[in-house]
């Protein structure tokens, strides 16, 4: 198993919602990302309840160099009848923060997701222009783009390939989840033991993984 140690470089900012819906999306890119070789960070590794969720957002972006950003869910809540503006948010900050944070961000690069073409011009048309990549939905789509964008700071394995393992690791995640070392509950696993577990299956496939580091 080659193993490399966790450095700012290969940190990536994962940036997209959280909902049940896009779980399916949300799991396939973070498969992706530590398949490819890299470290996938997001909000919900920490739950420190006593530390401001910008706080948390900041120290994030000060500390990755790559992020991903889908901004699918801008439409309004079901419930509250209100736009969620969290991702464009979000993008926001890590942007900012690469044209004025100074020489230690100037060489942050991003890739930017959306459901479908041209919509997000809709409501984000600061961004239209830029080189959008589209998943409609699909976590294949959506393990593609995230392979591609790792492709050009490492060299990753191929979409397919990276594919066809998620596709295996989700048959094997409850017996991986039942190992001694985990005892976690399959259907209901926080983002950290979702990553663990992705981590471990990789290592048993003899893929090249990033060690976790505090």
Not at 10 to 35: E, M, R, S, T
Not at 79 to 95: D, S
Not at 111 to 137: K, P, T
Request: aromatic residues 10%; charged residues 25%.
């Amino acid at each position: 198993m080659k193993v490399r140690r966790r450095t700012r470089s290969l940190h990536v900012f994962l940036n997209a919602p959280f909902d049940p819906k896009y779980k399916p999306i949300f799991d396939a890119v973070v498969f992706a990302i530590i398949a490819c070789g890299y470290e996938p960070r997001c909000s919900l590794e920490s739950s420190d309840s006593g530390t401001p969720r910008i706080g948390r957002l900041r120290q994030l972006i000060n500390e990755c160099d790559l992020s991903i950003h889908d901004l699918s869910r801008t439409q309004s809540d079901e419930n509250t009848g209100l736009p969620r503006f969290n991702m464009p948010f979000e993008f926001g900050l890590f942007i900012g923060a690469r044209d004025f944070g100074g020489p230690n961000h100037r060489g942050k690069t991003c890739l930017v997701l959306a459901e479908h073409q041209f919509v997000y011009q809709r409501y984000i048309s600061d961004v239209a222009g830029n080189d959008i990549s589209m998943h409609g939905s699909d976590p294949h789509k959506a393990i593609a783009s995230v392979r591609h964008f790792l492709r050009s700071h490492s060299n990753a394995s191929g979409a397919t390939r990276i594919i066809e393992t998620y596709e295996k690791f989700k048959i094997e995640l409850p017996r991986l989840a039942d190992l001694p070392q985990f005892k976690y509950d399959s259907s209901d696993l926080h983002f950290k033991d979702y990553v663990a577990l992705a981590r471990a299956f990789l290592a048993e496939e003899g893929w090249s993984i990033v060690t976790p580091s505090a």
